[in-house]
C-alpha cells in the first residue's frame, strides 16, 4: 500500500488546481483535490467551467469568465504560498493568456498542464483558437505536460499514435513545443500493457506499466497530472536533477493502485472513477 510522503523539510505544501468542475467528483477538480490530499499536500482550486457530466458522459459546458478567473487566481495568490499548480481544462485563448499572466507575475516552483482538450467520446473541448492557445500560450510555461495520445495529436495536428514506434517518433515534436519534461501517455494503446514514454532534458525512457481490467477510468487523465504536482510540490527545495523523474514515477505508482482499487467504488452506471484514497479506506 502506498501511503504519502512527508516533504524533507516537514513543510506541508499547497498545491493549486486550475480546472473545470465535475459534479459526479471523479474528474476535474473535485478529482484533484481528492488527489491532493490522498498525496498529503493542501489543494487549492480556481474554477475554469461549470460543467454538466456524469460517469456516463458531458452534457454542457459552462466557461467561466475570464475577468473571474483572474479575480479567483490573484485572490488567492495575495494569500496563499502556492508549492505547484497543475493546470487543466481551458476553454478559450482568453483564459490561456489570463492564466498564463496571472502565473508568470507570480511564478510557482512547478507549473504541470494537464492538456484535456478531447473527451473520452472522442468530441474536441476547445475551439481552434483555444488549441493554439494551449500550444503556444501555455505548454512553454509548463515544467510537465501529460497529453494522452488524442491530445498529442491535437497539439500536434497530427494522427494519434497506434503504436510504440509512432510514440517514440512523436515525442520530439512535443518536446519542441517548450516543456522540459512530457508524458506521453499510452492508455490508448491496445494490448495488456500501456507504457508512458517520457521525455526529460537528459534523454527519454519507457516507464512500463501493465493494463488495469477495470471500466473506471473516468478522471484518470486528472488524477496523474494532478499527482504529479503533488509530488513535485513534495520535493525539497535542493532537488536533485532526475528528482521530478521520481515524482513522476511515485505519481504513476499512486495512480496504477487507484485503478486497481477502483472495483471498490459504485459510483454512476458509466465508468466509475478511480479510487483517490484507496490507501485509507
Known amino acids: 500500500m502506498l501511503t504519502p510522503s512527508r516533504p524533507a523539510d516537514a513543510r506541508l505544501r499547497n498545491v493549486l488546481t486550475i480546472a473545470g468542475s465535475d459534479p459526479s467528483g471523479g474528474a476535474g477538480l473535485q478529482g484533484d483535490l481528492k488527489t491532493f490530499s490522498s498525496l498529503g499536500v493542501y ?8 460543467i454538466a457530466q456524469n460517469t456516463c ?4 459546458v459552462y466557461p467561466v469568465s475570464p475577468q473571474a478567473i483572474r479575480e479567483q487566481l490573484e485572490h488567492l495568490l495575495n494569500d496563499v504560498t502556492i508549492d505547484a499548480v497543475k493546470i487543466g481544462m481551458v476553454a478559450s485563448r ?3 493568456e489570463v492564466i498564463a499572466d496571472v502565473l508568470r507575475q507570480r511564478r510557482p516552483r512547478w507549473i504541470v498542464l494537464d492538456p484535456v482538450m478531447v473527451a473520452k467520446s472522442g468530441d474536441i473541448l476547445v475551439d481552434n483558437a483555444g488549441i493554439r492557445a494551449v ?3 501555455l505548454v512553454p510555461l509548463a515544467d510537465v505536460i501529460t497529453p494522452n495520445l488524442p491530445e498529442a495529436a491535437v497539439l500536434l495536428d497530427a494522427p494519434a499514435p497506434t503504436s510504440l514506434d509512432e510514440m517514440e517518433a512523436l515525442l520530439p515534436k512535443l518536446v519542441a513545443l517548450g516543456a522540459p519534461f512530457v508524458v506521453l501517455k499510452g492508455g490508448h494503446l491496445r494490448g495488456d500493457t500501456c507504457p508512458d514514454l517520457l521525455a526529460t532534458p537528459s534523454g527519454q525512457q519507457w516507464l ?6 477495470t471500466e ?4 484518470t487523465g486528472c488524477a496523474l497530472s494532478s499527482a504529479i504536482a503533488a509530488c513535485l510540490a513534495k520535493l525539497p527545495d535542493a532537488a536533485e536533477e532526475d528528482a521530478p523523474e521520481q515524482a513522476i514515477t511515485e505519481a504513476k505508482q499512486w495512480l496504477h493502485s487507484a485503478l486497481a482499487a477502483s472495483h471498490r467504488l459504485t459510483v454512476g452506471k458509466g465508468r466509475g472513477p478511480v479510487h483517490h484514497f484507496h490507501a485509507w479506506w
Do not use: K, W
Not at 489543494?43 to 461549470?50: D, P, R, Y
Not at 512500463?208 to 481490467?213: F, L
Not at 473506471?216 to 478522471?219: C, E, S
Open 43 to 50: 489543494g487549492t482550486n480556481v474554477i475554469t467551467a461549470v
Open 57 to 60: 458522459g458531458v452534457a454542457s
Open 94 to 96: 482568453d483564459v490561456a
Open 135 to 137: 500550444r503556444e500560450v
Open 208 to 213: 512500463p506499466a501493465s493494463r488495469i481490467a
Open 216 to 219: 473506471n477510468l473516468h478522471g
